[in-house]
């Protein structure tokens, strides 16, 4: 059974910065390119930064960009999210996916095969 499971979210300051992590069993880490979204409140979800299965090709939101860092351990199978200067307008439920794709990580919910629960992160201003 595939388990993708955030962790790192919570409340920060505007400014701040916060990790989040993406813990995966169940499925082959290094055959699947790994996503990152959110929701917010009233909103639909939306892309925020992907990373294919050897780390070597990311894309980002223009919303996030200079701001946030994907990268993944293959041999922890596991992803992460670096978020710097959190913007009160980063809130929302973090979500990790996994596509089983070799090609360069895709930006659409649709491509993804499995999602996490989510994690919430919370930026005060």
């Known amino acids: 059974q595939v388990q993708l499971v955030e962790s790192g979210g919570g409340l920060v300051q505007a400014g701040g910065s916060l990790r989040l992590s993406c813990a995966a069993s169940g499925l082959t880490f290094s055959g699947y390119a790994m996503g990152w979204f959110r929701q917010a409140p009233g909103k639909e979800r939306e892309f925020v930064a992907g990373i294919n299965w050897s780390g070597r090709s990311t894309d980002y939101a223009d919303s996030v960009k200079g701001r946030f860092t994907i990268s993944r351990d293959n041999a922890k199978n596991t992803a992460y999210l670096q978020m710097n200067s959190l913007k009160p307008e980063d809130t929302a439920v973090y979500y990790c996916?996994?596509?089983?794709?070799?090609?360069?990580?895709?930006?659409?919910?649709?491509?993804?095969?499995?999602w996490g629960q989510g994690t919430q992160v919370t930026v005060s201003s």
């Open positions: 996916a996994a596509d089983r794709t070799v090609f360069p990580p895709r930006i659409i919910l649709g491509a993804y095969d499995y």
